[in-house]
């Protein structure tokens, strides 16, 4: 067994659902954003008289609460900051993401730990020291350091050192982005973005009215950061914590990358971490939602290799509603379910995804239709089936299907 620090599994939670669903994968701190003032405007999000009960969920499992303020702030939006901060002390919440100095200055007025966001741009030790200095308790490194630099970095640092280890990547650095501003009107520095970059483009010649498409490529979307293959060379930097992108992604996805992650770390500090179990490990995050993946800038500059092929998601399968949880027996362990749409039969796989349950998945051993097992459960019939963890009324369930390449 290694010798090294275990680092934090930092998930992110656009909503109930998915802040339950990090939890129950295994992360060790959730960061989340309220309705204003964050880069995930376009998430779900909470309101502020939720963070009490976020709080709450988050110390009964033994989990850190961090909320992003890393938006830039207006000065009209100063009372409004106040409170949200003021909100966030009171209810407890561990740490507050932020870069603004306005938001710095709140933290420390309120006494809260505060870290700095990827959107400061961090590339070395000196601007780690000058945030240190103003009292940061961590800094998100930007995304363009490499694996070696971080090394250096951390060397030279005493605070904590925060890095993304999956999710999306941008064309622009850190994040700092001004194409949605141009074309729509919707900043990204606000948390408005709405990505045109993961489109199609093309090149027009005006004068002979001739027209191409930019190559193969989608050369302004990036594939999705992945680090799962080499894992074990981020875990022996001394990075303290490894954050997962996707407020705005699926229940799935944060099941997925958050359990997946958490095995990966897990396994490493038990010295059980394969080639063959990172390899798998790949094939089963490609099931969620990704552009393809990229090892980011950990050890060079991206090249051509590292733009998405296609727009939108290439995961290898997708669910498909198939109706919802009646009721739960707790003894006997059976999930009882109306089959609104599709069908389902034994053998097939699921999700069972509820703000409250979180995100379950689950192969379907038998079905009892009346009480006899049955080889098919059809539209508008009501079914058991056994499920070991406890599922509520009203909870979604969706069958898994492969994608056809």
Request: glycine fraction near 6%.
């Amino acid at each position: 067994m290694t010798s090294k620090k275990k680092p934090e599994l930092l998930a992110p939670a656009g909503d109930w659902t998915m802040l339950n669903t990090a939890i129950q994968s295994g992360a060790d701190a959730i960061y989340f954003g309220v309705k204003n003032l964050n880069m995930r405007a376009k998430a779900n999000n909470f309101d502020i008289s939720d963070l009490t009960e976020i709080v709450s969920v988050c110390k009964k499992n033994n989990v850190d609460s961090h909320l992003t303020l890393n938006s830039i702030v207006f000065e009209s939006e100063l009372d409004e900051l106040d409170q949200i901060i003021k909100s966030a002390k009171n209810a407890g919440v561990d740490m507050i993401i932020c870069w603004d100095p306005s938001v710095i200055i709140k933290c420390k007025e309120y006494n809260i730990p505060f870290c700095i966001s990827t959107q400061a741009s961090i590339s070395n030790s000196h601007a780690v020291r000058y945030y240190e200095n103003l009292g940061a308790k961590r800094v998100v490194l930007a995304r363009e350091c490499t694996l070696e630099k971080i090394i250096e970095i951390r060397k030279k640092s005493s605070i904590e050192i925060e890095a993304f280890v999956h999710g999306a990547m941008c064309i622009a650095v850190s994040g700092r982005c001004f194409m949605s501003h141009e074309i729509f009107g919707k900043s990204a520095n606000r948390g408005e973005c709405i990505q045109p970059c993961r489109r199609e483009y093309e090149i027009v010649d005006k004068d002979d009215n001739y027209s191409i498409v930019i190559g193969e490529d989608y050369v302004l979307s990036p594939k999705d950061l992945c680090t799962i293959e080499f894992i074990d060379k981020l875990i022996e930097s001394g990075i303290d914590a490894f954050k997962i992108e996707g407020r705005k992604r699926s229940p799935e996805y944060i099941a997925k990358t958050v359990s997946t992650y958490r095995d990966s770390i897990d396994k490493y500090f038990s010295g059980l971490l394969t080639l063959q179990e990172k390899q798998k490990y790949v094939e089963d995050l490609k099931k969620v939602y990704n552009r393809g993946f990229s090892p980011g800038f950990y050890f060079d500059t991206p090249g051509g290799e590292s733009y998405a092929g296609t727009y939108g998601s290439i995961a290898t399968t997708r669910k498909v509603y198939v109706g919802k949880i009646l009721n739960y027996y707790k003894k006997s362990k059976v999930a009882y379910l109306k089959i609104e749409a599709d069908k389902i039969s034994p053998g097939d796989s699921i999700y069972i995804i509820g703000s409250t349950t979180g995100t379950i998945e689950l192969k379907v051993s038998e079905i009892f239709y009346n009480d006899n097992a049955v080889t098919e459960a059809n539209k508008g019939e009501n079914v058991t089936i056994f499920c070991d963890e406890r599922v509520r009324e009203f909870d979604k369930v969706y069958k898994i299907v492969n994608v056809d390449s």
